[in-house]
Nanobody, 122 residues
Framework: QVQLVESGGGLVQAGGSLRLSCAAS????????MGWFRQAPGKEREFVAA????????YYADSVKGRFTISRDNADYTVYLQMNILKPEDTAVYYC???????????????WGKGTQVTVSS
């Protein structure tokens, strides 16, 4: 079992930055690829970014490429999402996910956090 707790969400003006954190506990953290997803009101949850267990490979949705950066610290069991040049359309609840079967980019994960709200004002 893996428990995931997100933090770092909040209200920011367009063009600003936020850094989300996801603290993991439970089973071996470095066995899992980690990812971030988001869900805006009235929309389905969508993939944002993912990082391999080693941190050597990263993947991004086209909508955030060049603005968001995912990273992980396996010693601290933490994954981060640095979000820059935020836009109002980035407003959503952001969820952390952990999966050991390579399925994050198709929206499937073994474990999910409860989410943190990000609101970008125009």
């Amino acid at each position: 079992q893996v428990q995931l707790v997100e933090s770092g969400g909040g209200l920011v003006q367009a063009g600003g930055s936020l850094r989300l954190s996801c603290a993991a506990s439970g089973r071996t953290f470095d066995s899992y690829a980690m990812g971030w997803f988001r869900q805006a009101p009235g929309k389905e949850r969508e993939f944002v970014a993912a990082i391999s267990w080693s941190g050597g490979s990263t993947y991004y949705a086209d909508s955030v490429k060049g603005r968001f950066t995912i990273s992980r610290d396996n010693a601290d069991y933490t994954v981060y999402l640095q979000m820059n040049i935020l836009k109002p359309e980035d407003t959503a609840v952001y969820y952390c996910a952990a999966d050991s079967h390579g399925r994050l980019r198709v929206g499937v994960s073994e474990y999910w956090g409860k989410g943190t709200q990000v609101t970008v004002s125009s």
